[in-house]
T-cell receptor, first 115, second 112 residues
Framework: DGGITQSPKYLFRKEGQNVTLSCEQN?????MYWYRQDPGQGLRLIYY???????QKGDIAEGYSVSREKKESFPLTVTSAQKNPTAFYLC??????????????FGAGTRLSVL | AQSVSQHNHHVILSEAASLELGCNYS??????LFWYVQYPGQHLQLLLK??????LVKGIKGFEAEFIKSKFSFNLRKPSVQWSDTAEYFC??????????FGAGTRLTVKP
């Protein structure tokens, strides 16, 4: 089955700790995205990548880092610099090139909590 | 970067009532517009999309949306809601730079 797999489903972070959220897709999509979902604020874009070895900051990139070493993988690291990391994190992907293919597909999400 | 505004945070309707959820965006170029829905405990899924052509687009489950370019709006409508439409609805826009932006979401509660 084609889709986006996020892991883990639940993650706990201690103070001062970096944690990495995994996102893998087998849809052969070029673009991948990370969003943070907080109640009443919708989805806010953290980082996105349109091609391997390249990525751009979204609206709330501070305290986060990403890499895109492979087309199918786009891991997100929540660093100790992110002072309010408790949220639901969603990964998405879509084809790019022709605008008609910009439908995003989403993973099931990772809920991150701070201990 | 583009931004998206959804006017209503929480809408409560009775079954069979008509629905209209507002969405406005700010972006000067060509955009694609979307409405996504998130049912309780489920993934975000696409409800409908506008790329070009007829500004009135129809989606799944009887939903439709109208793109009004002069008003930068893409409001979602349904003539008669059902209890099963209870969910959170997100408007989204993607521009030529491929960065998708979402609105804050509108929570719809339909009372049986």
């Amino acid at each position: 089955d084609g889709g986006i797999t996020q892991s883990p489903k639940y993650l706990f972070r201690k103070e001062g700790q970096n944690v990495t959220l995994s996102c893998e897709q087998n849809l052969n999509h070029d673009a991948m995205y990370w969003y943070r979902q907080d109640p009443g604020q919708g989805l806010r874009l953290i980082y996105y990548s349109q091609i391997v070895n390249d990525f751009q900051k979204g609206d709330i990139a501070e305290g986060y880092s990403v890499s895109r070493e492979k087309k199918e993988s786009f891991p997100l690291t929540v660093t100790s610099a992110q002072k309010n990391p408790t949220a639901f994190y969603l990964c998405a992907s879509n084809e790019i090139g022709a605008l008609a293919k910009n439908i995003q597909y989403f993973g099931a999400g990772t809920r991150l909590s701070v201990l | 970067a583009q931004s998206v505004s959804q006017h209503n945070h929480h809408v409560i309707l009775s079954e069979a009532a008509s629905l209209e959820l507002g969405c406005n965006y700010s972006y000067g170029g060509t955009v694609n517009l979307f409405w996504y829905v998130q049912y309780p405990g489920q993934h975000l899924q696409l409800l409908l999309k506008y790329f070009s052509g007829d500004p009135l687009v129809k989606g799944i489950k009887g939903f439709e949306a109208e793109f009004i370019k002069s008003k930068f709006s893409f409001n979602l409508r349904k003539p008669s809601v059902q209890w099963s439409d209870t969910a959170e609805y997100f408007c989204a826009v993607i521009g030529n730079n491929n960065d998708m932006r979402f609105g804050a979401g509108t929570r719809l509660t339909v009372k049986p």
